[in-house]
């Protein structure tokens, strides 16, 4: 049996999708680690919701993730064999959003997260998704990608998670804390 390290990455650089190895402090190996937290807590937020819908919709996000990292971690001159995250990605987020921001009160004043645990683990998943698209961003604006996609799913992705905490507090039966007494 092989073992879990391959002792590859302990000169301090990490191997991208084609050829090339990029030093760990490079912002690309950032933007990959900021995702990689962002699906571990989409999974925990997955792991405490009693909601089947939820748990299906955090999958599904959790999947799409793994396709915008590997569109990440591409080199440019392979980078659209990996392009997979299009417009009926995006699309899809946002219906879900919508469809279930009809069956909630969205509340007019900013929240404090810990109602119910599946609900304070969607606003932890939130503000790491919230990074990672902090990273996107800067990838984009140095051109180290091209598809703007992935930036504007990463913030829908932040709506779909407030949208869930919201949803989870309401079926916990806790009613939502306002951050103003």
């Not at 999708?17 to 950032?30: Q, V």
């Not at 219906?95 to 007019?108: E, G, K, N, W």
Request: include cysteine; aromatic fraction near 4%.
């Amino acid at each position: 049996m092989s073992p879990f390290y391959t002792r590859t990455g302990d000169g301090g650089s990490t191997g991208i999708l084609g050829e090339d190895r990029l030093p760990k402090s490079h912002p690309r190996i950032e933007t990959l680690g900021s995702l990689d937290e962002a699906s571990a807590a989409l999974g925990l937020a997955r792991a405490f919701s009693h909601a089947a819908q939820v748990k299906a919709i955090l999958l599904e996000v959790q999947r799409d993730l793994y396709a915008l990292m590997t569109e990440i971690a591409a080199t440019p001159e392979n980078a659209k064999r990996f392009k997979t995250l299009g417009l009926p990605r995006l699309q899809w987020l946002e219906s879900q959003v919508d469809s279930l921001s009809a069956t909630i009160p969205i509340p007019t004043e900013f929240i404090l997260p810990g109602d119910s645990l599946p609900g304070a683990a969607l606003a932890l998943a939130r503000t790491i998704v919230r990074r990672a698209e902090r990273r996107v961003a800067g990838l984009l604006d140095a051109g180290e990608i091209k598809n703007p996609v992935l930036l504007q799913y990463l913030n829908r992705l932040s709506s779909l998670c407030f949208t869930l905490e919201l949803l989870e507090n309401q079926s916990a039966g806790a009613d939502t804390t306002l951050a103003k007494k």
